[in-house]
Structures are given as C-alpha cells and as structure tokens.
C-alpha cells in the first residue's frame, strides 16, 4: 500500500502530465502546422528552439523558468500585477515548466505528420471550396491522426519521469508540487529503499504499458508509425 504521501504525489504526477499534454496540444497544434507549412526564414530558429529541451539540462531549464516565473521575474511580475500571485512553487509554474520541457515531444510528431501527408490532399479540398480552416480540420487533422497519437503519448510519458524541471521550479512541497520522481529521491535519500522500489516500480509499469498500447494499437490498426 502506497503511504497518503506517495498516493497525492502519484495523482499530482497524473493530473500534471494530462494537463501538460492538453496545453501543448492546443499551442503546438498551430505550431507544428505552421512549421510544416512555411517557408519562412525563421523556420530553422524556431525549430531549434523547439528542439532545446532535447539537449538542455532540465535543471538550467527550471532555473531560468523560475527566475521568469518568480515574483521578479517578467511572467511572475505581471502576474502578481493582475493578482494572480507568483507562479513559481505552484501547480500553474509546474504546467507551465512542463509544457516547455516537452514541447518536443509534441510539436515534432505533429510536424512530422503533417510534412508527411504532402500539399496534395488540401489542394484538391481547396478546389472542392473548402475554406483552409475546413482543410485543416477535416483533412489536415484525420490524416495526421498517427502523429497525434503518438505526440500524446510521448508528451504524457515524458512528463511522467520530469525531475530537474519540476524540482527546480515547484521545489518539493507535498500536495502541492511534489510529483513521483521527487518522492522517490526522497525515498532514496532516507534510505527507505522500500517505498522507492515501490514507487519506481510503479512508474515503470505505468510507462511500460503506455508504450505497450501505442504499439498494440499500432500493430492492429495502423494507427501509430512503429
């Protein structure tokens, strides 16, 4: 049995990585296409830009992030401006924190998908009438339904084993931004091997069975690339 402690840090771990997916759905929905779709010269500086949480430390990430999001910071500061508090140490900062550390794991996919389905299809939907809203949603979109689902996954995984960006920005506080992976460095650091290899045990199955689905759905429906 999982101590109250551990269970509050699971739920918030979950609640997190589903809010997290949601955010960049929404914002890297738009993007992605964007990213497919021009031939602006700014192309390459934000695909880079999107690409840095692959290669950046997660701690100098949630370093700079809470320096913005801090009550000094350029986010916080107008945060507390409008009364809506710092965002740093919160639930709020944690989203925000996660939805940059996977920003990644979403956009890529979506972008991949949508590069993959060519111009053909929405040209024949343009001399259908079709309006490029209309393109989007019911050509677009269907069609990249593979990159969809696995930017989900990926995006929901990811956030699962978050540690320096979260610990960085949301500290450790229990119920409030403490999530899994920072309960079992606590576990690890009392040397209450016990409760880690339970937790840790648990959040391998949990991955474990995300990646198990995607590719059962994959081998059965075709849904996801391999």
Do not use: C
Not at 41 to 52: G, S
């Amino acid at each position: 049995m999982l101590a109250p402690q551990d269970m509050a840090a699971l739920g918030l771990t979950l609640r997190l990585a589903g809010v997290t997916v949601l955010v960049l759905l929404v914002l890297g929905t738009p993007l992605a296409w964007w990213l497919s779709q021009t031939q602006s010269r700014l192309k390459t500086v934000i695909e880079a830009v999107v690409a840095l949480p692959l290669v950046l430390p997660p701690t100098v990430l949630g370093f700079y992030l809470l320096l913005a999001l801090g009550p000094h910071g350029v986010i916080g500061g107008l945060s507390m401006a409008l009364g809506g508090g710092s965002l740093a140490f919160t639930f709020t900062g944690l989203v925000i924190g996660s939805a940059f550390y996977s920003l990644p794991f979403v956009v890529q996919p979506l972008q991949g998908a949508f590069e993959a389905m060519g111009r053909r299809p929405l040209e024949v939907a343009a001399t259908l009438g079709a309006s490029p809203l209309d393109r989007f949603l019911t050509v677009a979109v269907p069609l990249a339904r593979r990159g969809f689902l696995t930017a989900i996954v990926l995006g929901f995984a990811h956030t699962l084993g978050e540690f320096g960006v979260v610990l960085m920005l949301g500290g450790n506080i229990p119920g409030a931004t403490q999530v899994i992976s920072i309960a079992i460095y606590d576990h690890v650091e009392m040397l209450q091997y016990d409760q880690a290899h339970t937790l840790s045990a648990l959040l391998l199955v949990l991955s474990f069975s995300i990646l198990m689905a995607v590719y059962a759905l994959n081998r059965r429906f075709s849904v996801v690339h391999p």
